[in-house]
Nanobody, 118 residues
Framework: QVQLVESGGGLVQPGGSLRLSCAAS????????MRWYRQAPGKQREWVAI???????NYIDSVKGRFTISRDNAKNTVTLQMNNLKPEDTAVYYC????????????WGQGTQVTVSS
C-alpha cells in the first residue's frame, strides 16, 4: 500500500506565502515524476507544477516566478513553495506521484485547502 499525505494548506492574505508538503509512504521502490494539481470550486482540476526524477521542473504560466516545486528523494517528499499568493490561487491542492512498487502507477493525495483572501 502506498499513501500520499499533504500538509501545509490554510488561509493567507493576498501577497502572502504558504508551503505545501506531500509525503509518500509504503512499499516504495522508487518515485518517478511528482506533480501538484489544484481544483478551484466549479472548475476542473488543473496541473500546476511538475518535477521529474532528475529534478527538472516546469510550471503552469500563471504561477511561474511565484511557485517553486522541489523534492527530497531520501524522504520521498515533494514540496510546493507558494509566494505572492493571489485570490485566484484559492483551490484544493493535490499532489500526484508516479511510484514504482510491484507496479508502476500514479497515486493521489487527499488534497489540502488553500484559501487566499483578505
Amino acid at each position: 500500500q502506498v499513501q500520499l499525505v499533504e500538509s501545509g494548506g490554510g488561509l493567507v492574505q493576498p501577497g502572502g506565502s504558504l508551503r505545501l508538503s506531500c509525503a509518500a509512504s509504503g512499499s516504495i521502490r522508487s518515485i518517478d515524476t511528482m506533480r501538484w494539481y489544484r481544483q478551484a470550486p466549479g472548475k476542473q482540476r488543473e496541473w500546476v507544477a511538475i518535477i521529474t526524477s532528475g529534478a527538472t521542473t516546469n510550471y503552469i504560466d500563471s504561477v511561474k516566478g511565484r511557485f517553486t516545486i522541489s523534492r527530497d528523494n531520501a524522504k520521498n517528499t515533494v514540496t510546493l513553495q507558494m509566494n505572492n499568493l493571489k485570490p485566484e490561487d484559492t483551490a484544493v491542492y493535490y499532489c500526484h506521484a508516479t511510484i514504482v512498487t510491484t507496479f508502476y502507477r500514479g497515486y493521489w493525495g487527499q488534497g489540502t485547502q488553500v484559501t487566499v483572501s483578505s
